[in-house]
């Protein structure tokens, strides 16, 4: 028997990630440890891939810039 290949693939021109199950299923995410916990939840991934948090609230700049 063939060891278990699980993927995460960069998806490029975007932050997201694409992950691949050994047994086929794929999502996306743009968190990797989301993804490596979809993964390893085989074979009970969540339906529509990993669940990610809700993206913080904007915050203010760390620094502010002024064109001269």
Known sequence: MSPATLRITWLP???RLRGRCHCGAQAEADEP???WEWL???PEHPAGGPVTPD???SRP???LV???
């Open 40 to 42: 390893l939840a085989h």
């Open 66 to 68: 002024r064109s001269t």
């Open 13 to 15: 021109g975007d932050d």
């Open 55 to 57: 993206p913080p609230a």
């Open 61 to 63: 700049p760390a620094h």
């Open 33 to 35: 440890v989301a993804m």
